[in-house]
């Protein structure tokens, strides 16, 4: 009996095993290789812009990355990066962080903001 069920048991783990098999190689097919080619720009004002063309997406991303941030700091500015990125979507003259954050929101986009040392 114990015999029976061990080759029941693995008879089912083999076909699950096919099976999501199958699968995995199914779902490969449907993926499209990423050859993006990133393009960088250096506007006169010193920004400088990566942009890269993604025509099967069907989604932007916006990034801005700044040149500062706790790896410069020392024991008197120790904290100015983390503060500094807590202002960053506070909001304008013209909006409050609410309104802001709603009005990204509402277009399906997400707000954040991050320090780090590697940056």
Not at 14 to 27: G, H, M, N, T, Y
Not at 42 to 56: D, F, R, V
């Amino acid at each position: 009996m114990a015999s029976r069920r061990l080759a029941l048991n693995f008879h089912q783990a083999v076909r699950s095993r096919s099976a999501l098999q199958a699968v995995q190689r199914s779902r490969r097919g449907f993926a499209s290789p990423v050859a993006g080619s990133t393009q960088s720009t250096t506007l006169s004002n010193g920004l400088t812009i990566a942009t890269e063309y993604s025509p099967w997406a069907q989604t932007s991303t916006v990034g801005v990355w700044i040149d500062a941030g706790s790896r410069a700091e020392t024991d008197q500015t120790n904290g100015t990066a983390h503060f500094l990125e807590h202002l960053a979507f506070k909001g304008t003259n013209r909006r409050t962080q609410h309104q802001l954050e709603l009005e990204i929101e509402n277009m399906g986009g997400h707000l954040n903001a991050y320090t780090s040392d590697l940056f």
